[in-house]
C-alpha cells in the first residue's frame, strides 16, 4: 500500500455507508417559514428533487446543487437517482411544499427508503392561514374537532366529492385541493352548518398576490363567483366559528390558582 492510499479505520471496514434521505416541510411559500432543522437539512444535501417555485424560493441554498423536478421523472427513475446518490454517500432532499404529514404523495418513497429517511415537519397552510387571522381552530368554545379533507381526492377515491359524512357543525372544517365551484361547495356546507357560520378562503398564501376573503355559507356563493375557487390550485378552505373568540379568563385564573396549591 502506498503512502496516499488510505483505507477505513478497522471498525469500519464492511459497514455500508450510505447518504440520507431528507423528507423536509418547506412551508406555503415564504422563505421564512421553514424551520431550522429543515434549512439545514436542504443544506447539507447534494441533490435535490422540487415542485416549482421552491427552488427560486430557496435559491440562496440550492441554486449550485444538483436538481430535478419530481414530474420530470417517473416514480422508479426518482428511485433510482435517490439509491444511485445515497450509494455514493450523498444527501438527497425532498422539497415539499407545506408540511408532508396532510395528502403527501411520499409514502411509496417512505416504504422503500425507511431506513434512509430522515423526515422534517414544515408549517401547514391551515397554520399559516389561521396565524394570518389572529384566531384559533376551536377558539369558540363549540368546536370539538378539526376535520382536514381534499374534495379532489374524495372524487379520486370514492367516485364523487361529498364531505358531509366527513364533518359537522361542532367541527372546523379544512379543504386542500378544492375542485368543487362556490355554487356546489355552498350546497354541501349547508346541509352541515348554518348559514351564518363563517367560511374564509386564502389563495395565492405568502405570495405578492395573496388573498384572504371573509364570507359566510349564506354570502359565499356571490362572494366568491368571480374567483372561480374551483380552478385555483393553491386554495386553503376554513369553515366553522373561528372567527368567534372565547373568553377563557376564568379558566386560565383557575389554573393558576391549581399551580398555587401544587406548589409548582
Known amino acids: 500500500m502506498g503512502s496516499n492510499d488510505y483505507q477505513l479505520p478497522t471498525k469500519l471496514r464492511g459497514i455500508n455507508i450510505r447518504g440520507k434521505l431528507y423528507l423536509i416541510g418547506c412551508g406555503p411559500g415564504k422563505r421564512n417559514l421553514i424551520t431550522i432543522a429543515g434549512e439545514e437539512c436542504l443544506k447539507k444535501s447534494e441533490v435535490i428533487f422540487y415542485f416549482p417555485p421552491y427552488e427560486k424560493i430557496f435559491n440562496d ?16 427513475k426518482i428511485r433510482e437517482i435517490v439509491e444511485q446518490n445515497l450509494t455514493q454517500n450523498k444527501n438527497v432532499a425532498f422539497m415539499v411544499p407545506g408540511d408532508l404529514s396532510i395528502f403527501s404523495p411520499f409514502s411509496g418513497f417512505m416504504k422503500i427508503f425507511e431506513k434512509d429517511i430522515e423526515v422534517v415537519p414544515g408549517v401547514g397552510t391551515y397554520s399559516y392561514l389561521s396565524a394570518k387571522l389572529k384566531r384559533i381552530l376551536n377558539a369558540c368554545g363549540k368546536i370539538y374537532s378539526i376535520s382536514i379533507l381534499s374534495t379532489r381526492m374524495l372524487l379520486e377515491r370514492k367516485g364523487n366529492a361529498d364531505f358531509t359524512r366527513y364533518t359537522n357543525r361542532e367541527s372546523t372544517l379544512i379543504i386542500y385541493m378544492n375542485i368543487l365551484s362556490a355554487k356546489m361547495l355552498q350546497k354541501q356546507l349547508k346541509s352541515v352548518y348554518n348559514e351564518n357560520t363563517p367560511v374564509i378562503v386564502g389563495y395565492n398564501l405568502t405570495s405578492d398576490k395573496e388573498a384572504i376573503i371573509k364570507t359566510t355559507v349564506k354570502n359565499m356563493h356571490t362572494d366568491l363567483e368571480r374567483i372561480k375557487i374551483e380552478n385555483e390550485k393553491l386554495v386553503t378552505i376554513i369553515v366553522g366559528n373561528i372567527l368567534e373568540i372565547l373568553d377563557n379568563s376564568k379558566w386560565w385564573d383557575s389554573k393558576v390558582e391549581s399551580y398555587s396549591k401544587e406548589g409548582l
Open 61 to 76: 441554498i440550492v441554486a449550485n446543487k444538483e436538481k430535478y423536478f419530481f414530474f420530470n421523472h417517473s416514480f422508479n
